[in-house]
């Protein structure tokens, strides 16, 4: 099966406001997904319905399983990390080690053990003698132990400095990822980690509003960087979204092929950040 | 992941795979309950503290908290003294029990609200542990695991403060105020041990609706708990003139103990020592008759009460969504 998730048409409202419209959406397996998202357009209540926190609409099959009604299995495959401050304050390190041992039957002492001499935590520390970054990196070491098919996370270096971003990322890459696992990562910090990904999934007003691989934007959309006069003309060929920088125009077109803007300016690949500006706010802008 | 190895499909191997399952389960059960311990430390930490207290009491003092008993043995005799070590072992485990209600009390009203509270939920739900397993693994430790312990302590306490006391006897710094009777120990035991039997299976609806009061209530669980069933008193008063839900309450805390006809029991069993008539504890032991309390009818009700309490809290755990 390479399907890890396959999603149709879920809606979930919260009393007035609707968070998911209709999403539609496939991950499959081996891939480092970003689901990309303005704040409040949906990113946390799909991942909630992935891991069967949340009642929704729909059809939705992670790893096969009904996350509705199949929870408790399908944690034995799926692992996720919320957000930073999650773990709780009383837990010493050599309890959170116990229990998800105790706990989890695909779970690997040692290898959590191994992550975690490389940092200054120690045993016997509580969570709330631990630095913010720590915490975060003692999180990682419980999770990465865990031969899990699925990895879900929610903003998971929220409110750390750039020091442990990076390691988090460099670890999950180095030391995690292959060819079996599945990761789903939703981040404000896009510009940081678009070099991760293997695919994007754009999220807006509770709609997907862009499902790609990373190289299939690269064929599809061309980003165009222009002097005013010739903006003028590029506009006819109907750009997605345009803006202003030190005096030339940034234009991004979407599924023209380059060699008809060549003659326009200067032609480059757009940044996975760009793309996510110009989808959100469109010609607009 | 790696590829499935090859598992010969056969009776050795699913009898073997149904093992480690049941193995596993069994890990698993354990390891949620010594994490309750963990979060919740004055379950282990008030008992052993009312002990060391009880112990401490047994140690030779000075001046002021020297108890001078001696006058006052003289005119003991053995008989007194049996009736007094029944006594003293029966008194020493109230202070146990007292600090046990209050305890469990805070930590049935805490055990699902702080996980909420201090936002660590989804890291507890990021586990493959279901929801009925945790709010079970709660009420064991509520249940049975607290109040069983409490009274392997209260004996292990008994037993030390008498042997201190005996000592101290011995070597003449105190008068010999109780004498060992084996008999009376375990009748005395047996009869706690079998009110700690009756109280769990009675108290099992009350515990449970504290588990899904803390489990439900968004903030305040302490306030709701009482607020919710005296306003349901005064409004039933105002409003209907009756007293049903009053009476209930009552009932519950109570009722199962007015079966077993105590006070008949007591005053039964008086019996002349010396010039005075006393209490025979031994002849109330005997007297006191546990069946009744088990062919209670409400006693087993209460525990299909309770076990719908507990299966709501986990439903309420499990799909809640306010994280």
Redesign the interface.
């Known amino acids: 099966m390479t399907q890890v998730i396959e999603a149709r048409g879920l809606k979930k409202s919260y009393r007035a406001t609707r968070a998911l419209e209709d999403v539609s959406f496939t991950v499959e397996a081996g891939r480092i997904v970003g689901l990309i998202g303005p704040n409040g357009a949906g990113k946390t209540t799909v991942l909630?319905a992935i891991?069967g926190?949340?009642?929704f609409e729909g059809e939705l099959r992670v790893l096969g399983r009904d996350p509705r009604s199949q929870?408790?299995e399908l944690?034995?495959d799926v692992?996720?990390?919320?957000?930073v401050?999650?773990?709780?304050?009383?837990?010493?390190v050599s309890?959170a080690l116990?229990?998800?041992?105790?706990?989890?039957?695909r779970f690997d002492r040692a290898r959590a053990e191994g992550f975690l001499r490389k940092t200054d935590i120690r045993m016997k520390s509580r969570v709330r003698e631990l630095s913010k970054g720590m915490v975060t990196q003692l999180?990682l070491a419980l999770?990465l132990a865990i031969?899990a098919?699925l990895l879900v996370l929610d903003e998971p270096t929220l409110g750390l400095d750039l020091l442990y971003r990076r390691q988090f990322y460099d670890t999950l890459l180095n030391d995690y990822f292959d060819k079996?696992?599945t990761i789903l990562v939703t981040t404000h910090q896009v510009e940081e980690i678009e070099n991760l990904f293997t695919d994007v999934l754009f999220i807006n007003h509770g709609r997907v509003v862009l499902e790609s691989t990373v190289e299939g934007l690269a064929g599809r959309f061309v980003q165009l960087v222009a002097t005013p006069e010739q903006a003028a003309r590029a506009r006819e060929l109907q750009p997605l979204h345009e803006r202003e920088v030190f005096g030339r125009i940034a234009m991004i077109f979407d599924g023209r092929p380059a060699s008809d803007l060549a003659s326009l300016g200067e032609i480059r690949t757009p940044s996975i950040a760009d793309l996510f500006v110009a989808k959100m706010q469109g010609v607009a802008a | 992941m790696s590829t499935p190895t090859a598992v010969a499909p056969g009776d050795s191997a699913s009898a073997t795979s149904a093992g480690t399952a049941s193995g596993l389960r069994l890990r698993m059960f354990s390891t949620l309950v010594r994490r309750e311990f963990w979060e919740h430390r004055s379950l282990w930490m008030a008992p052993l503290a009312v002990a060391g207290l009880l112990l401490v009491c047994a140690l030779p003092t000075h001046g002021a908290f020297q108890i001078n008993l001696d006058d006052g043995v003289q005119w003991l005799d053995p008989g007194h003294k049996a009736i007094l070590f029944a006594l003293a072992q029966w008194g020493l485990s109230v202070p146990h029990y007292l600090v046990m209600i209050i305890v469990l009390n805070f930590y049935l009203l805490d055990c699902l609200y702080a996980e909420r509270k201090d936002r660590s939920i989804l890291f507890w739900k990021s586990l493959p542990v279901s929801d009925g397993a945790t709010v079970a693994s709660k009420l064991f430790v509520g249940l049975i695991v607290v109040p069983v312990g409490t009274f392997v302590i209260a004996l292990v306490t008994n037993l030390l403060f008498t042997a201190i006391w005996n000592l101290r006897a011995v070597f003449g710094h105190s008068p010999e105020l109780v004498l060992w009777d084996t008999v009376a120990l375990l009748k005395v035991e047996i009869l706690m041990l079998l009110g700690l039997v009756i109280s769990i299976l009675w108290y099992a609806p009350l515990v449970a609706a504290l588990l899904l009061a803390s489990a439900w209530a968004r903030r305040n669980v302490l306030l709701w708990v009482t607020l919710v069933p005296l306003v349901a008193i005064i409004v039933e008063r105002l409003a209907f003139g009756t007293h049903y839900v009053a009476g209930l309450l009552e009932y519950r805390m109570n009722g199962i103990w007015e079966r077993l006809h105590i006070e008949a029991a007591v005053l039964g069993s008086m019996t002349s020592v010396g010039p005075s008539e006393v209490v025979s504890l031994p002849r109330v032991l005997d007297r006191i008759n546990i069946g009744p309390a088990f062919t209670n009818i409400d006693l087993w009700l209460g525990l299909v009460v309770a076990g719908a309490f507990t299966y709501a809290a986990a439903r309420i755990r499990r799909y809640r969504d306010d994280s």
């Open positions: 909630k891991l926190l949340t009642r929870r408790n944690m034995h692992c996720f990390i919320a957000d401050a999650v773990l709780p304050r009383w837990l010493r309890q116990d229990f998800v041992a105790g706990v989890h039957p999180h999770i031969d098919r079996e696992r």
